[in-house]
């Protein structure tokens, strides 16, 4: 581990910003920590808890991954992914949208999905994963 870690090390010096790093050994109990107390922007990290708490629901039957949700010219927002580029109209499974807002990261994705499980369901999971430091809302 102590190779790991000076290499981390290594290449943060290099590199600007500030970096925040957990690194914990599964089968021992070495951890160790850069910044693990530094708070950070979460940006598209947030979309794991999201996922999380759409699978959640699934096993509740709330919902089935192959469901479709037609797209409306309303959900389509900028920033990333590929969803904003198709027509509205067009069906995509549950499935398929988290696919596209975890491989892609698509910001369309993402709030379709949010609309489908709600903010409490997310705000809960992240609770629930120890995420104690962590917001989310909805502006």
Known sequence: MRMLIDKINQLTEQSKGIWGI????LYGDERW???GDELF???????????VAVFSAVERDEISLTAEIILKEDDFVGGSGVIQHLT?????SICDIVMLMIIQSDNTAT????DLVGVEPIVQTMKEAGMEKSTFTIN
Do not use: F, H, Q, R
Request: no cysteine.
């Open 22 to 25: 957990v690194i914990e050994d």
């Open 111 to 114: 709030n379709i999905l949010i």
């Open 33 to 35: 920590e850069l910044n």
């Open 88 to 92: 509205p109209g067009t069906a995509l």
């Open 41 to 51: 922007y979460a940006a598209s990290v947030i979309k794991v808890p999201i996922m």
